[in-house]
Structure formats: structure tokens, C-alpha cells
């Protein structure tokens, strides 16, 4: 059996970056107001959000800044804090024009690139808490990073009419990143030690993963032995969206296709990658 292995993305954000400013540049006026998936959130205010994840990086974990606070005790603290921390900046940044969003967000961009690239990725850091709440590795908290900025540039793309960012050097590590959330999302599904869902995200940057039950836990590999009781085939323009909330279990039900145990497969439709992005998601017209 074959596990999963390291997503190293720090090298790429530039790039990424760049994709983002270029399409911001291009906006009209009107693109700039449009809504997006977050019912309250315009495409100003998601570039906004985007400009509060460069700053609230490097003034927390380059820096070392914490403000006080009240002390966070579980998830749901962590939700609420997160949840009031985006309000309260993006309610703040409605005042900032979008040449003034354009300039700081190329101005802390190379800033957090090299952040990103001056860290041990092979070092423990805390926990990425939609994948579980042990400790992970650095790699993947920046690959969590990378997904929050790239899905953010989609959701822009997707309300402004413009062509997705598919291609599988940006995309595919973003996937592989949030089919991690998997085993924390199984980790109350009951089944005897050895069953095994086979996920597969169709598409070229997509691929296939299999989780395994063992005595304790859902484990995630590359490679079984074992036949999949349950197999679970999802468009990549689909997958992304359920993971980010941006499309329901229902809708990701009727264009995935289901075989095996429906049981054990449904819950991944419930699969979310993300601590809280915004407000409760509309259903993207899409």
C-alpha cells in the first residue's frame, strides 16, 4: 500500500499571484461589485479577504504578533473567531478603492512568497483542522495556504465570467490537499477493519485515492489490495466546490457517480476543506 506524499507548493505561489493580479486588472467596474458564492460577499470583497490572509500571515506567524483575545477552546471558537476576524476586515476594506487592493496585494505578495520559502516544510507545526486536530507537518499547512488563495481566485473567476485556472501545476495540488479532510471526515463512520472507499476526481489535474479503515481510524492511501466496497467518481469542477462549500451534497450527488455501499459513499459529499470562509455559500449560478 502506497500513502499519499508531500505537496511542496512554496515555489508556486508567485505564479499564482500573478495569475491573480492580472485578472483583477482586468475588471470593470461592474466585475468589481458582482456577487460571488459567498451570499455577501462581493469580488472586491473576496480580493479584500485575499489581501487580510497576506497581512494576518506574516503579522501573526512572520512577525509573531498576537493581539490579545479571548482564549479559543475547540472549533468552534476557532469558527467564530475566524468568521468575526474576515467580517470585521472586509467590512473595513469596503472603504479601500480596487487600484488600492491591486498595489498592496503586489506589495505583500513577495513578501509572503518568501516567507513561505524560508520555512522547513518537513518541521511540525499545528494542526490543518479540517484534516484533524493532531499536529501536521509545515508542507502541509503551507499547502493549505496555497488552496485558500487559489480557491479565492476561483470563486473571482467564476462570478466574473472568466476562464478557470484548471491547469494541473496550480490545480492538482490544490486537490490533493483537500482529499486530506477525508479521514477526519470518515472518522465517525462506523465499518468492519478493512473496508475501503475508492474516491476518484476526474479530470486531467484530478486522480485517485483510497481510504481504508483500520482498527481506529480511516487512513488514506494511493494504492490497496482490497476491492473498494463503495466508489465515488466526481468532476474536478465539481469536487473543488464541495470541499469549499460552494455546491451542496445534493447537486455533487446528481453529476458524481456512486457505486457500491451509497452509505459509506454519501459522506463524501459532506467533505469540507476549509475553517470558514465568509458567510453561508449561495448556490453558484453555474
Request: aromatic share 10%; glycine share 6%; with cysteine.
Amino acid at each position: 500500500m502506497r500513502r499519499p506524499g508531500e505537496i511542496l507548493v512554496a515555489d508556486r505561489f508567485a505564479e499564482l499571484r500573478a495569475h491573480l493580479l492580472s485578472l483583477l486588472a482586468e475588471l470593470s467596474a461592474d466585475d468589481w461589485d458582482r456577487p460571488t458564492a459567498a451570499p455577501l460577499w462581493s469580488v472586491k470583497d473576496i480580493a479584500a479577504h485575499l489581501l487580510g490572509d497576506d497581512i494576518g500571515t506574516l503579522s501573526r506567524c512572520r512577525d509573531g504578533f498576537r493581539p490579545a483575545g479571548k482564549p479559543i477552546h475547540g472549533h468552534e471558537d476557532l469558527v467564530k473567531l475566524v468568521n468575526g476576524l474576515n467580517d470585521q476586515w472586509v467590512r473595513a476594506a469596503r472603504r479601500m478603492s480596487p487600484r488600492v487592493l491591486c498595489e498592496l496585494l503586489a506589495y505583500t505578495g513577495p513578501q509572503i512568497e518568501a516567507y513561505f520559502a524560508s520555512l522547513d516544510p518537513f518541521a511540525m507545526s499545528g494542526p490543518v483542522t479540517w484534516a484533524g486536530p493532531e499536529p501536521a507537518p509545515v508542507w502541509f499547512d503551507v499547502a493549505r495556504e496555497f488552496t485558500e488563495r487559489w480557491h479565492h481566485q476561483q470563486q473571482i473567476r467564476d462570478a466574473a465570467g472568466r476562464p478557470p485556472l484548471y491547469e494541473p501545476y496550480f490545480f492538482a495540488p490544490v486537490l490533493d490537499a483537500f482529499v486530506r479532510a477525508l479521514p477526519h471526515t470518515f472518522r465517525d463512520v462506523a465499518a468492519p477493519v478493512g473496508t475501503v472507499l475508492k474516491v476518484e476526481i476526474s479530470g486531467e489535474a484530478g486522480g485517485c485515492w483510497f481510504l481504508q479503515r483500520n482498527q481506529s481510524a480511516w487512513e488514506l492511501f494511493l494504492e490497496v489490495e482490497t476491492i473498494a466496497a463503495a466508489e465515488v467518481i466526481i468532476p474536478q469542477d465539481a469536487a473543488w466546490r464541495v470541499f469549499t462549500k460552494g455546491m451542496d451534497g445534493d447537486r455533487a450527488r446528481r453529476v458524481a457517480t456512486v457505486c457500491g455501499d451509497y452509505q459509506l459513499a454519501r459522506r463524501v459529499f459532506e467533505t469540507v476543506a476549509v475553517i470558514a470562509e465568509g458567510p453561508a455559500v449561495r448556490r453558484p449560478a453555474y
